[in-house]
């Protein structure tokens, strides 16, 4: 997938740039790079090393460096055949311009600091935890593997409810609406199916090429999972 990558050098540490530029390049092809922000010879340096576009022409208005990247992003958006951008920031400046992009139907992942504010996380589309992606301690609150395992009943049952069985692709989709900082990287797993795998109460099928999410025929199991789901349902509406 074309990509495209900003960075906010305001929030973002120089040493961390390598990790967020080889992370994309693991799964999209990255046609555009750029990053913002006050001077810094080391960044300077990395931006070279990397061919990102260096855009630290902004003195030291931190606030400009941000007005500047919105812009970019903007333009590139709408002028640009890209069919993913991803924003490295923590700063919750960036959140008017999630709104557009979000109106505009654009494909966006907020890679950013575990300790960014929750209202970022929140209405990010996606949000990547930076110490994930360079091996640091991220110390972020995520919700349970079996909160998770809930939402995944839950949203098995919905599509067989309606006579369909649920891909793993919906489920992830589902899982990231609900909770956007997701990442089966969080639980000690390198693949949502095999976090899956170990959960008792699915089993993963593929059929013509597509994984199939299925839960397993035994009343026991569907019981405990299904009065789980009801809490979660509960607690969710409990808190507004």
Avoid: W
């Avoid at 555009?32 to 030291?60: P, T």
């Avoid at 996380?121 to 992606?133: M, Q, V």
């Amino acid at each position: 997938m074309r990509a495209a990558l900003y960075i906010d050098c305001g929030s973002i540490k120089a040493e961390d740039i390598p990790y967020i530029y080889e992370e994309i390049r693991k799964t999209d092809d990255l046609v555009i790079s750029k990053m913002f922000g006050v001077e810094m010879k080391d960044i300077a340096e990395i931006a070279e090393r990397l061919r990102i576009q260096n855009n630290m022409h902004c003195g030291d208005d931190q606030t400009s460096a941000l007005v500047a990247l919105a812009v970019e992003v903007m333009a590139d958006a709408v002028g640009e055949d890209v069919q993913k951008i991803y924003i490295a920031t923590g700063d919750l400046a960036v959140l008017p311009l999630l709104d557009k992009l979000k109106l505009m139907r654009t494909n966006v992942v907020v890679i950013g600091p575990c300790g960014a504010d929750r209202v970022l996380i929140d209405n990010s589309e996606k949000y990547t935890y930076l110490e994930i992606i360079n091996g640091g301690e991220c110390t972020a609150e995520i919700p349970s593997a079996d909160e998770i395992a809930g939402r995944i009943y839950s949203v098995s049952s919905y599509y067989n409810g309606m006579g369909e069985d649920v891909k793993l692709e919906q489920v992830y989709k589902s899982l990231i609406r609900r909770y956007p900082d997701f990442d089966v990287r969080n639980y000690g797993y390198s693949s949502l199916s095999t976090f899956i795998e170990e959960i008792d109460n699915f089993d993963l099928q593929k059929v013509n090429n597509t994984v199939i999410v299925r839960l397993k025929e035994d009343n026991g199991n569907k019981k405990q999972v299904t009065d789980f789901a009801i809490a979660c349902v509960r607690e969710a509406g409990s808190r507004g």
